[in-house]
């Protein structure tokens, strides 16, 4: 069964930096693509970044474009999203996935961002 397991969030201030982890498990995490989403209650759940495998391809949403960095180790099956310049607005629960739709993903990791 796959696993993944977020963990990194936290409440920080404005402008302030986290960086968020996602250890997988029980699949080749190596061979597929992994993203990140994040959801609040008005919003649903929205991608925030995704990354090829071997890295060499990586999309951001316009939202994070520029503060936010996906990366991976492979050697250690975790995904990561360096995230700085956080804004209220990226208040929300944040999953790794598996699938581009966000189907199989963790159970999350809250950041909260404090004006």
């Known amino acids: 069964q796959v696993q993944l397991v977020e963990s990194g969030g936290g409440l920080v201030h404005a402008g302030g930096s986290l960086r968020l982890s996602c250890v997988a498990s029980?699949?080749?995490?190596?061979?597929?693509?992994m993203y990140w989403f994040r959801q609040t209650p008005d919003l649903g759940l929205e991608w925030v970044a995704s990354?090829?495998?071997?890295?060499?391809?990586?999309s951001y949403a316009s939202s994070v474009e520029g503060r936010f960095t996906i990366s991976r180790d492979d050697a250690e099956n975790t995904l990561y999203l360096q995230m700085k310049d956080l804004k209220p607005e990226d208040t929300a629960l944040y999953y790794c996935?598996?699938?581009?739709?966000?189907?199989?993903r963790g159970q999350g990791t809250q950041v909260t961002v404090s004006s």
């Open positions: 996935a598996r699938d581009a739709k966000g189907h199989v």
């Open positions: 029980e699949f080749p995490f190596s061979a597929g693509w």
């Open positions: 990354i090829s495998p071997t890295s060499r391809d990586i």
